[in-house]
């Protein structure tokens, strides 16, 4: 093992790996490094100034989940929420008329037509706000081409004065980003390469129109894949949500048993559908966080339900 140290103290290690060349690690840099050689921002550390020598990124939270993408658990709690409780209270409601039979083919027609109906809703959705996402983008584009510098800093300091950030860095950040946006081979450090410069130029998420879109309007871009994504994810979770309701009426020919058993099955999984959303959004903060979650999706499940089956009662009565 080899090791090189430079004159501020920092050791880049050399490792030798399995075919036996040396691999060298990038060496840390203090945060008050000085002298000849300016490290860069990211490889400056204040670990060797720490008491336990750990980097502040490798600290542990007491919260060590790891949150699912929140586009993606929308899409599946707004498919399972409505799979559980539609199909549900449809069933209930069928179950006052006649045997299983009915309940089994009406509920599977609503199932199927739901699912290809929610899927549809989800792409149209979010086909529409993809395309309200370029509008804004060229009409932002166009008006950043049209716009002067100070009207450029105004924006720029309407984002970032609120959440603490001085004019003069306000400032500084409308040049970095106008450099930018009017010529693709600058960085925003003032250098360029041919490498760079082909990366800027398809790439769209550089300069002041992303800017201002991401953290003025709070809008990114949803690629085509996130499209055709949030249709089949909202689609199959309405069809897997939906089938648990029906599952009682295929094995009990007796439609008002077959809804006790169904109310028992989807109450159950509409407790563990809760906690579980609790759990992937972040929004349970202990044992009381996940039974709020669970018990407010039992009944917001149950009341749609109850008053599917008490509508159907009282039209047959009357």
């Known amino acids: 093992m080899a090791s090189e140290s430079d004159t501020n103290g920092t050791v880049a290690v050399s490792l030798p790996n399995r075919g036996g060349n040396m ?4 060496p840390v840099w203090p945060l008050d490094a000085s002298g000849t050689i ?26 060590t989940r790891t949150l699912i993408d ?10 399972l929420s409505d799979g559980l ?9 069928l179950s006052s008329l006649g045997t299983s039979r009915l309940v089994v083919a009406g509920g599977i027609a609503e199932l199927i037509a739901g699912a290809i109906s929610m899927g549809i809703g989800g792409f149209l959705a979010s086909s529409a706000e993809r395309d309200h996402y370029h509008f804004l983008r060229r009409h932002t584009s166009a008006r950043v081409q049209r716009s002067c510098v100070g009207e450029m800093e105004r924006e720029v300091c309407a984002v970032l004065v609120p959440v603490g950030v001085d004019e003069k860095t306000c400032q500084a950040v409308t040049k970095c980003l106008r450099d930018v946006e ?77 809804l006790v058993y169904s109310c028992i099955i989807t109450g159950i999984v509409l407790l563990i559908f809760g906690a579980v959303k609790a759990r992937v959004t972040g929004a349970g903060q202990g044992a009381g966080g996940y ?11 149950g009341a749609a339900a109850a008053a599917a089956f008490a509508l159907v009662a009282w039209l047959e009565d009357s």
């Open 23 to 26: 691999n060298t690690k990038p």
């Open 38 to 63: 300016t490290p860069p921002l990211l490889t400056r550390c204040d670990r060797d100034g720490r008491q336990d020598g750990i980097c502040c990124k490798d600290l542990k939270d007491e919260d």
């Open 70 to 79: 929140p586009d993606i658990v929308r899409d599946v709690v707004i498919g």
């Open 85 to 93: 409780t539609v199909p549900f209270a449809l069933a209930a409601g």
């Open 182 to 258: 009017f010529d693709p081979e600058v960085d925003a450090n003032g250098s360029s390469s041919d490498e760079e410069a082909q990366l800027l130029r398809w790439k769209d998420q550089v300069g002041l129109t992303p800017f201002l879109l991401k953290f003025g309007e709070g809008m990114e871009e949803i690629s085509k894949r996130r499209v055709y994504m949030s249709a089949l994810t909202i689609g199959l979770g309405y069809l897997v949500g939906g089938i648990i309701p029906l599952i009682p009426y295929f094995f009990v020919p007796e439609a008002h048993v077959a």
């Open 291 to 301: 039974i709020w979650g669970a018990v407010s999706t039992l009944l917001v499940g």
